[in-house]
């Protein structure tokens, strides 16, 4: 197998902080090489300078037989590296076709663009993706985030790609299309390209790397054929220590009844949905994505108000029409987007973790500085934030860091009820685990807990209930004792066999 | 951490308002004078009060475009009310400051109910108020202001023109609600991430029409002024003072993409501003030369800033 892409002692710092440190870094030819890591391992900056967008300070590039100190975007292009980024970049008012030949559209006579080749082109590239029943002339604004993605590498083929970098791609795929994606990497991987995959999720990593690298703090902990690791031995190396229980949700006392939701409904996304949460009890959500999961959230929340059906908090019929007002009856909802619903970014720890509870570190309308900042200290503390302090802006924490500073804003609300939306999607496995104790510890201190999961190992670990929505409708309620992936998977599904989720 | 503090937006543009001044003190023996110095402040006081607001409003990520028109549509009510409905001129004073703070409501109304963006929703109301105004004036001045009325625009209290006082109060008042207060951290939040800070339960839409009324009142309160000042009345007041306005926040570092900015730099924009104003014309450089000097200034300025305020946010 020939090497395509090969890195010499590379390292990269910003601002002072060493992010790479002398990593040797190859990919071959046929070949899934994963990249393994925990945020702020290294693993953004090392493939970004294999794709042009950082320069390394030290270290060579070889992609064949040529040599470089640094990669412009374009050169990275003309070598056959195509990357494929986990926020999708496309362009949502243009056609599936126009997306894909972007910036290297076939021309024909006059210079003019070559439009039914280009549609030909498309509809080749897409079908050799198993995706025949993509339009290419439908706007790429009104496809699912698979189908989307799929656009996005087909586009990295028609550049005749020979290294596909691939950033995350099933943190916002639901199991189905995993499944599918899955199938074109290994297509992609016959015909001799070679794929650098970058993921949290290790049965993924199992299923199709020939090769695993892991990153720790930005120094290469060692690459290995597939067949040498275990679950564990990679845990431990990304983490430095051994990881034994996943999803350690403790026994709590369960206590009354504090949210009551009958026949709630909004639109056509939340249909007739009825349960009880109670204290101390974890209830997890599943379900495909768009079976409705985030809306319910959001109408409990009052973002989206119920159009009909009752909520009652704590034995009293509520109407909540704000979050101002769930939250002033003791419901907190941690988002499913961090960056731009749970975290002012520009602004520090303290600022973020004051701000559900302004009047808490308030003296009348004066906000006391010294307070708030005690305050986040204090939750900096409790809750295990990795920072510099209270002063840090959030925008420079990692993603399992910022998650802790959404739930300490949260928590000084005092929550009664705690909705947490995809709590520990693309966060690295150590801060998932600390995460998920947190968790527990709230529900042991006799919180409600909703969790929304796309993840089913997450949901079956931490839940004691769980409910599964299709539809925008309640599928099934599954005690913890039924749970198993079959029974939930088959919920999930269910009616779905003759309707496809869009 | 010290070196990062004092390259802020607010100490370069100390720096420069210095500089500034001693070179225009060297270049004209009637610039640095008491009685010159006192006079430019009573000069800077309409557009200082609106700037002052002004800020809040960017700071939120909103701009608004309609203060000019509100101005000079507060003034003409303020004639109307005291000389053809005959009302006590105290009153009249009291109603046109209510015009103008219901016309900076509205403008919040718009933004927040109907979901208009801020420049397309004041860019017509700009239109709108200045239309509403030369359709009351009918071309007619309102003249004949009794005396003490003359004290506000024109007057002194202990040696300082009575209207630097109300700006100093209200720099002072604006300061401390935008940097200590709850409202000023929900401005800045508002500005920063709206969702967000909707998702953490603010009240973001309150916040605005509250600024956007302020806005207003900041408005009207600079039309009774003016009227003051120049003793009478006109439709045409208060055209193009919302660029200087801008021009005078957007130069103190307020972001024009909101979440960022204060109110001490708003004030040293402002008095760079006029401070090249005077000293240049007392220098004898033509008054369209200080304007290219002011776009000059401005953009420098955000250049300098941007060099040094680089943030580890990507």
Do not use: C
């Not at chain 1, 498309?122 to 706007?139: N, T, W, Y």
């Amino acid at each position: 197998m020939t090497v395509e892409v090969r890195l010499e002692r590379v390292s990269k710092s910003f601002g002072g902080v060493r992010v790479l440190r002398d990593v040797d870094f190859d990919v071959r030819a046929g070949e899934v090489h994963a990249l393994l890591g925990e945020n702020g391992a290294g693993k953004s900056t090392l493939i970004k300078i294999i794709a042009g967008v950082h320069a390394p300070d030290t270290g060579l590039i070889h992609i064949g037989d040529q040599q470089f100190r640094a990669l412009s975007p374009r050169e990275a292009r003309k070598g056959g590296i195509a990357t494929v980024y986990q926020e999708l970049l496309l362009f949502p008012e243009l056609t599936v076709t126009e997306n894909i030949f972007l910036g290297n559209a076939p021309r024909g006579r006059l210079n003019m663009l070559d439009w039914q080749q280009m549609r030909r082109r498309a509809r080749q590239l897409l079908d050799s993706l198993d995706s025949p029943d993509l339009d290419v002339d439908a706007k790429v604004g009104s496809l699912s985030v698979a189908n989307r993605q799929r656009v996005e590498i087909a586009k990295a083929l028609s550049q005749d790609a020979r290294v596909v970098i691939m950033d995350e791609p099933t943190a916002a795929l639901a199991d189905a299309d995993v499944e599918r994606l899955m199938a074109v990497i290994k297509r992609l991987r016959e015909r001799g390209v070679a794929i650098i995959y970058v993921s949290h999720k290790l049965p993924e990593i199992f299923a199709l790397a020939d090769r695993v690298t892991v990153l720790r703090d930005g120094a290469l902990i060692g690459t290995r054929p597939i067949a040498e690791v275990t679950e564990q031995t990679l845990v431990a190396m990304m983490v430095g220590r051994e990881i034994d229980h996943m999803f350690p949700k403790a026994e709590a006392a369960i206590g009354e009844t504090i949210l009551k939701v009958r026949n709630l409904s909004y639109g056509q996304r939340v249909k007739d949905i009825s349960f009880d949460l109670r204290r101390g009890e974890i209830v997890g959500v599943a379900g495909l994505v768009g079976a409705g999961r985030t809306e319910l959230a959001l109408t409990i929340f009052g973002i989206t108000p119920a159009d009909s059906g009752t909520i009652e908090v704590d034995g009293k019929p509520v109407r909540i029409l704000s979050p101002r007002q769930a939250r002033n009856l003791g419901i907190a909802y941690v988002p499913e987007d961090r960056g731009l619903q749970g975290l002012v970014r520009p602004m520090t720890i303290a600022q973020n973790t004051s701000m559900a509870a302004l009047r808490h570190v308030a003296s009348g309308i004066f906000i006391s500085l010294t307070r708030e900042a005690r305050q986040a200290v204090e939750a900096i503390a409790s809750l295990g934030v990795r920072a510099r302090g209270p002063d840090q802006v959030v925008a420079q924490l990692s993603g399992g860091n910022q998650q802790k500073v959404v739930l300490g804003k949260w928590l000084e609300t005092h929550p009664l009820i705690l909705i947490m939306d995809e709590p520990t999607r693309g966060i690295d496995v150590g801060a998932k685990a600390e995460i998920h104790a947190l968790m527990s510890r709230l529900a042991k201190e006799g919180m409600a807990i909703l969790m929304i999961s796309s993840e089913l190992p997450e949901v079956l670990g931490m839940s004691d209930r769980i409910l599964v929505m299709h539809g925008g409708r309640l599928a099934a309620t599954i005690d913890r004792a039924d749970a198993t992936p079959e029974t939930v998977g088959a919920a999930m599904t269910q009616a779905g066999a003759a309707g496809v989720a869009a | 951490m010290t070196i990062k503090k004092l390259l802020r937006h607010e100490t370069i543009l100390a720096v420069l308002v210095v500089l500034a001044l001693i070179v225009l003190a060297a270049q004209s023996p009637r610039f640095f004078t008491v009685d010159n110095l006192l006079n430019q402040g009573r000069l800077m006081t309409e557009v200082g009060l609106i700037a002052i607001v002004m800020t809040f409003v960017i700071v939120t990520g909103g701009i608004d475009l309609s203060v000019g028109s509100i101005l000079g549509m507060s003034a003409i009510m303020l004639g109307v009310f005291w000389k053809n409905f005959g009302l006590p001129l105290e009153l009249a004073i009291f109603l046109a400051l209510m015009v103008g703070t219901l016309a900076g409501l509205f403008n919040g109304l718009i933004i927040t109910r109907f979901k208009v963006p801020p420049l397309i929703a004041t860019l017509g109301t700009l239109a709108l108020y200045r239309g509403i105004a030369e359709g009351v004036s009918q071309a007619r001045s309102v003249r004949g202001y009794p005396d003490w009325f003359y004290v506000l625009g024109q007057g002194q209290v202990l040696g300082v023109p009575t209207q630097l006082w109300l700006l100093g109060i209200v720099a002072v008042v604006a300061a401390v609600i935008l940097g200590m207060t709850t409202w000023g951290r929900m401005t800045y939040a508002t500005g920063s991430n709206e969702t967000a800070a909707r998702f953490s339960g603010l009240r973001v839409d309150r916040v605005k029409l509250l600024i956007y009324s302020a806005s207003g009142f900041a408005a009207a309160l600079a039309a009774v002024i003016f009227v003051s000042r120049v003793s009478t009345t006109r439709s045409d007041m208060g055209t193009g003072v919302e660029l200087d306005a801008i021009t005078a926040v957007v130069l103190g570092g307020t972001s024009i993409f909101g979440g960022r900015g204060t109110i001490i730099g708003t004030l040293l924009g402002l008095i760079l501003i006029q401070a090249l104003k005077n000293g240049l014309s007392l220098a004898g450089v033509k008054s369209d030369g200080t304007i290219v000097l002011i776009g000059a200034v401005l953009i420098l300025t955000i250049l300098i800033s941007n060099l040094f305020h680089r943030d580890g946010t990507r």
